[in-house]
């Protein structure tokens, strides 16, 4: 996988040149499944959070590549709908069973059920589309931010932070952890907060996101597959940020995740991810998202609620 810190960013925010950039680990590794019998995959794991779980994005992305392996090549996805049910052992693979519950003229249902040790832990819809031009078209405009090449990638954010003398050892901690993953995505974020703002931030984000290395033209469901991966990632966060200041989190895992795929887009060039958390209460979060190409056409929205349960920080400095 290539480094944040050592690859050199195209003109574009892509990677083009594969002889210039090592091939994406998402395709090649994360979301290449092993074929078992027909309608049938078995997943493999490559990054494990901190929780010990298995990353919902994975799963989500791994069910979509499987329910792609069904249908046609000019079929293409256009929503998928989840329920995680069961915590991921990240010690065993996922074996991910594919239902073709309808394949019609326009539009083809496919259910994905993954399972570990004999029972599901995740159960996905995904609905397909043949191409279908129309003249009814509208959508929303994208917000104006800086380009990602005048942003600080996540790596060198954090780093900015953990220098702060002023920073709390809570945020410290938090931080450091974050800083020791190697997960498989680019996020530079849009107007990040500095220290003295964290206890005012509204739950909403935006940041520039891409896979690591390069995936090329390829087949458009392949990308949907990593959007689906890198959709999850940070996510459900966003509906943490008002609070983080006076909240540890305790517990927080995905209930559901949907996803609506609008235009063609390469998940290896970036895209502009705009989050957002209109209601938090009862234990739960629901959060919105907005995929954006650079060229300002809206490519995917996403839509997730999540468990969400906090104790207060022990120590009474905040910052």
């Not at 078992?36 to 959070?49: A, I, M, N, S, T």
């Not at 190409?293 to 929205?301: H, I, P, Q, T």
């Not at 839509?303 to 022990?314: D, H, M, N, S, T």
Request: aromatic share 10%; proline share 7%; with cysteine.
């Amino acid at each position: 996988m290539s480094s944040p810190k050592s690859r050199k960013d195209k003109q574009d925010g892509g990677g083009d040149d594969p002889s210039q950039d090592l091939r994406s680990v998402l395709v090649t590794s994360v979301l290449n499944l092993e074929p078992l019998d027909e309608d049938l995959f078995r997943g493999r794991h490559y990054w494990v959070p901190t929780t010990q779980r298995l990353f919902g994005g994975q799963i989500v992305g791994q069910a979509l590549v499987a329910a792609a392996k069904s249908v046609c090549e000019d079929i293409h996805v256009h929503s998928l709908h989840c329920y995680f049910v069961r915590a991921g052992d990240p010690k065993v693979p996922v074996l991910y069973q594919v239902e073709r519950t309808r394949s019609g003229a326009s539009f083809s249902v496919r259910s994905v059920k993954a399972i570990q040790h004999g029972k599901p832990i995740f159960i996905c819809q995904a609905s397909f589309q043949r191409i279908q031009p129309s003249p009814l078209k509208h959508q929303f405009s994208m917000p104006t931010v800086p380009p990602p090449e005048e942003l600080l990638d996540h790596e060198a954010l954090i780093d900015n932070y953990l220098r702060d003398p002023n920073l709390g050892e809570n945020y410290r901690v938090g931080l450091n952890r974050i800083a020791a993953l190697d997960v498989p995505i680019e996020i530079r974020p849009v107007n990040p907060p500095t220290v003295g703002q964290m206890q005012r931030i509204e739950p909403k984000q935006m940041f520039w996101v891409r896979a690591r290395g390069y995936i090329g033209e390829g087949d458009i469901k392949m990308h949907c597959c990593v959007a689906a991966y890198i959709s999850d990632y940070a996510f459900l966060g966003t509906a943490l940020l008002p609070h983080q200041w006076k909240y540890k989190v305790n517990f927080m895992v995905s209930l559901d995740h949907s996803m609506w795929f609008h235009a063609p887009f390469r998940a290896d060039h970036w895209m502009l991810y705009e989050c957002e958390s209109p209601w938090a209460d009862g234990s739960r979060g629901l959060v919105h998202g907005r995929l954006w190409r650079r060229d300002g056409v809206l490519a995917v929205s996403c839509a997730q609620e999540g468990v969400i349960r906090v104790k207060p920080w022990v120590s009474e400095s905040k910052l």
